[in-house]
């Protein structure tokens, strides 16, 4: 075994380790339920390691990004069933993390069906560590950045929801929205031969990147909705939206 191959498979051993530690430990003062943060941790990993092997195997990236949409229901409808309590911000919480990956992963599954590939995949696909690598990354991505979504969910605290989270819920739509209209504009933009190298219409043309100003955004508010319901190690799920930024 050369030696990239060595740490590559070294990778491939801690990713899912360190993930599943940080996990532990973000629930571990969570009396009543230490190890559901830990439960929907293995889901994503397994979810993504069983969508790994046709993908490895086919040297194909085309539903890289669906499993990561799947992969977040079974983790937001995992945590609601398992949490020993749910309130209405955990139920507004699992719904707008459910809003969000659904209408991502369906836009993507969308350009990948019409542009047939990723260009990010085009070396790492023909190495199946370096692909492993990608899909395990694709399951740490699902898991850090609704963390601060499933502690909220999953802790002992369920405050009950005010006048600033009806606020907040509401710049967290704004946001919704406009990730999803400046995504399609510039899908439309990439469509069509254009004279200029980049977009600088629509949403483009006030913002030099309203998809990942609007993305940051959301997650931002998701951590705000969250706070009320984190006591002791939860709070180190805020890393969620430092992951996104």
């Not at 977040?72 to 459910?98: D, E, K, Q």
């Not at 990147?209 to 931002?220: A, T, V």
């Amino acid at each position: 075994m050369t030696k990239t191959a060595h740490q590559q498979l070294t990778l491939c051993i801690l990713i899912p380790l360190i993930l599943c530690a940080y996990t532990a430990a973000t629930g571990y003062t969570n009396t009543q339920s230490p190890m559901i943060l830990v439960y929907i941790t293995v889901l994503s990993l397994t979810i993504h390691w069983i969508a790994a092997v046709p993908a490895i195997s086919l040297k194909t990236e085309k539903f890289y990004d669906i499993i990561g949409t799947v992969a977040v229901w079974g983790i937001i409808i995992c945590c609601y069933l398992l949490s020993p309590m749910n309130s209405p911000r955990s139920l507004l919480l699992a719904g707008i993390c459910l809003l969000w990956t659904t209408r991502l992963g369906l836009f993507l599954l969308y350009r990948i069906h019409n542009h047939k590939k990723d260009s990010r995949f085009d070396s790492i696909k023909r190495q199946p560590l370096s692909f492993m690598i990608a899909w395990e990354m694709s399951a740490t991505w699902t898991v850090v950045t609704t963390l601060c979504a499933t502690a909220a969910m999953t802790s002992m605290t369920q405050a009950p929801l005010s006048s600033v989270d009806i606020g907040l819920l509401c710049g967290w739509l704004v946001a919704w929205l406009t990730e999803a209209v400046a995504d399609w504009q510039k899908y439309q933009f990439k469509q069509h031969k254009q004279k200029t190298p980049f977009i600088c219409t629509g949403l483009w043309a006030y913002c030099r990147y309203p998809n990942y100003l609007s993305e940051m955004l959301m997650w931002i508010l998701v951590a705000c909705l969250s706070w009320p319901n984190l006591t002791g190690t939860l709070y180190m799920s805020l890393i969620s939206p430092c992951f996104v930024i």
